[in-house]
């Protein structure tokens, strides 16, 4: 099984689609193979893939190929002629979906302004570029010993259509789930009353700021109630303060609100270049305060390392 990456040339969107894996029909419902080595015994009904899908921008399992004559092993898939029907479109939408993106061929739905591109890993060089977030996971030594923290499970505002997955950072997370937060976007389970993270890009700051200024007021009066909180911001402050393409707002106009609610309710706003970074910056956040939580709670020192952090 193959995993492909894609990122949008224009505001980083990333998304990753897997697969084809064989699947057979076990007592009518269809069970992938766990591996190469069980497939080769066959009998394989069709093949299943993490399938893209831009118009209702979601990553979906999906049945692509179905054999009208099931094959007898793995070989057959190589060599076989059978008669085969296969699915290039989603059944909700009746658009064309992807296991493998043409390069610059689909436009990105988030920005609507890039298109996707085979997603290249940041350079390991620092000097010019940013490094890869690490892989390892969290270490914590207390006295001498090391000390298993385990990990979190991040959780995603079901609203949230366009966000973070985190599924880079299986090293930090021990999953996700979705479901409605009355207040921000990311949180932990477990600790959805303590943490609430805001996600918002640009153009959406903008329109939250001027265009519904009662709303952004609302969230920050909740957001203000949290023991942890902020607001991530993909994009740079240069790019906030430069006029912008949508909108007559004037950036500082903008910036001098963001300032206020900062001092007000005491909410920190973090710039971040792009959405990788973004998605990086906010699970390494959740995963540290479920740390040093998890450590207090079980009455050990709030510290990943003494005499360090």
């Not at 921008?57 to 099931?70: F, G, L, M």
């Not at 009066?221 to 906030?240: A, D, H, P, Q, R």
């Not at 609610?261 to 990086?280: S, V």
Request: hydrophobic share 35%; glycine share 6%.
């Amino acid at each position: 099984m193959q995993t492909y990456k894609y990122s949008c040339n224009h505001c980083h969107y990333f998304i990753e689609t897997q697969g084809p894996w064989p699947y057979c029909k076990d007592k009518g419902a269809k069970r992938h193979y766990r591996s190469l080595y069980e497939a080769s015994s066959g009998p394989i009904h069709g093949l299943i893939a993490n399938i893209y899908c831009p118009t209702c921008d979601r990553i979906k399992a999906y049945q692509i190929v179905e054999y009208e004559n099931p094959l007898s092993s793995l070989l057959d898939f190589w060599l076989s002629i059978n008669p085969r029907k296969t699915k290039r479109v989603c059944h909700k939408c009746k658009n064309p979906i992807f296991l493998i993106i043409p390069p610059g061929s689909v436009r990105c739905p988030r920005c609507h302004k890039g298109k996707f591109e085979l997603f290249e890993p940041l350079e390991e060089d620092g000097t010019k570029y940013p490094v890869p977030p690490p892989r390892s996971k969290l270490k914590v030594r207390q006295k001498g010993k090391a000390i298993h923290v385990p990990k979190p499970t991040a959780v995603i505002d079901s609203q949230e259509h366009m966000g973070y997955t985190f599924e880079r950072f299986s090293d930090w997370f021990a999953g996700t789930i979705r479901k409605r937060l009355p207040i921000g976007d990311y949180t932990i389970l477990g600790l959805e009353d303590e943490v609430a993270i805001e996600r918002k890009t640009l153009p959406d700051l903008v329109k939250s700021i001027i265009q519904e200024r009662k709303d952004f007021i609302k969230k920050c009066e909740g957001l203000s109630n949290f023991k942890k909180k902020c607001i991530v911001i993909e994009g740079s402050m240069t790019t906030l303060k430069t006029p912008y393409e949508d909108s007559c707002a004037h950036p500082n106009a903008v910036l001098g609100s963001l300032l206020a609610a900062q001092e007000r309710w005491e909410i920190p706003f973090y710039f971040l270049d792009n959405f990788l970074l973004a998605e990086e910056f906010v699970a390494s956040m959740l995963s540290k305060y479920h740390a040093y939580r998890w450590l207090e709670i079980n009455g050990l020192q709030r510290c990943l390392i003494e005499g360090d952090i």
